[in-house]
């Protein structure tokens, strides 16, 4: 699959979504589609027509007020219709603006609290290891989530049970709910307090897909110890005005900024 293509696809569909059901966190779906695209385009072992098949990999978005960008990746991977999209935040939808499992294949778990993903991956992936099954797990998280504390336990734990089969992901894109994270809780060292929690750690450009691919599809790497990828990206990536700026973690665009945010998200495939 074209992960470029799917990227745009999901930046496409999350505009869509967030206008119509006048829902927020576009500038945080942005942000990740490309880890998205990555993820569901090339790296998870997945079957779409089965989506409880026992040796699939789990994903779960731990930062789950983006799950407009986890409904598009599905939708276009074939999990449900695209045509569910639409309606998105509607009243009575499957789709609500948090992202949730029920009723949804493919979505491991209800998230939107934040502090919990990472807790519920150990979880699985230390099932997995007594099962001795080979799934891995990937959990997605927020970079202005990893001011909680539970976090950190889970870190703590992922790393005493050697859980190789643990793959953490930071959408390190520098901005969380009202302000930058550096004045918010300052993450800084980042990579090095994970390091000194016994993990193994990879900085990458988030929105680079062969960086993304290298380092997330890595069944074949030796270790014993979880893995952790800081993705570093940009809030609201991909369309111009609403790049780099917390305006866009409460807003929808609606009106001008609407139609000014598809035309730089416009491909004649999807249009």
Same mark, same amino acid.
């Given at each position: 699959?074209?992960?470029?293509?799917?990227?745009?696809?999901?930046?496409?569909?999350?505009?869509?979504?967030?206008?119509?059901?006048?829902?927020?966190?576009?500038?945080?779906?942005?942000?990740?589609?490309?880890?998205?695209?990555?993820?569901?385009?090339?790296?998870?072992?997945?079957?779409?027509?089965?989506?409880?098949?026992?040796?699939?990999?789990?994903?779960?978005?731990?930062?789950?007020?983006?799950?407009?960008?986890?409904?598009?990746?599905?939708?276009?991977?074939?999990?449900?219709?695209?045509?569910?999209?639409?309606?998105?935040?509607?009243?009575?939808?499957?789709?609500?603006?948090?992202?949730?499992?029920?009723?949804?294949?493919?979505?491991? *778990? !209800?998230? #939107?609290?934040?502090?919990?993903?990472?807790?519920?991956?150990?979880?699985?992936?230390? +099932?997995?290891? /007594? =099962?001795?099954?080979?799934?891995?797990?990937?959990?997605?998280?927020?970079?202005?989530?990893?001011?909680?504390?539970?976090?950190?336990?889970?870190?703590?734990?992922?790393?005493?049970?050697?859980?190789?089969?643990?793959?953490?992901?930071?959408?390190?894109?520098?901005?969380?709910?009202?302000?930058?994270?550096?004045?918010?809780?300052?993450?800084?060292?980042?990579?090095?307090?994970? *390091? !000194?929690? #016994?993990?193994?750690?990879?900085?990458?450009?988030?929105?680079?897909?062969?960086?993304? +691919?290298?380092? /997330? =599809?890595?069944?074949?790497?030796?270790?014993?110890?979880?893995?952790?990828?800081?993705?570093?990206?940009?809030?609201?990536?991909?369309?111009?005005?609403?790049?780099?700026?917390?305006?866009?973690?409460?807003?929808?665009?609606?009106?001008?900024?609407?139609?000014?945010?598809?035309?730089?998200?416009?491909?004649?495939?999807?249009?």
């Amino acid at each position: 699959m074209d992960t470029r293509q799917l990227a745009l696809k999901i930046r496409r569909h999350a505009i869509l979504m967030t206008n119509r059901g006048r829902s927020s966190h576009i500038g945080s779906i942005l942000s990740m589609a490309d880890i998205m695209a990555v993820l569901y385009g090339q790296v998870l072992r997945k079957r779409p027509d089965n989506p409880n098949w026992p040796e699939r990999d789990r994903f779960i978005l731990s930062k789950g007020h983006a799950g407009a960008g986890v409904y598009a990746a599905l939708a276009e991977t074939g999990y449900f219709p695209v045509d569910w999209l639409p309606r998105h935040c509607a009243q009575g939808s499957k789709l609500c603006g948090h992202v949730s499992h029920i009723g949804i294949p493919g979505v491991e *778990l !209800s998230t #939107g609290s934040l502090g919990h993903g990472l807790s519920v991956g150990a979880g699985m992936a230390y +099932a997995g290891k /007594l =099962d001795k099954k080979d799934y891995r797990v990937f959990v997605l998280l927020g970079d202005g989530e990893c001011d909680e504390g539970s976090n950190w336990e889970a870190i703590l734990f992922a790393a005493h049970h050697r859980l190789a089969n643990l793959i953490a992901i930071v959408d390190y894109n520098k901005i969380q709910s009202l302000g930058p994270v550096a004045e918010t809780l300052e993450l800084e060292p980042f990579a090095d307090k994970w *390091l !000194s929690f #016994g993990w193994r750690v990879r900085e990458v450009d988030g929105h680079d897909h062969d960086q993304l +691919a290298a380092s /997330l =599809d890595i069944r074949s790497e030796i270790g014993s110890s979880p893995f952790c990828v800081i993705a570093h990206t940009i809030k609201g990536k991909g369309v111009s005005f609403m790049e780099n700026t917390v305006l866009w973690h409460y807003r929808s665009p609606q009106a001008e900024e609407f139609e000014a945010a598809l035309r730089e998200v416009e491909d004649p495939i999807i249009a």
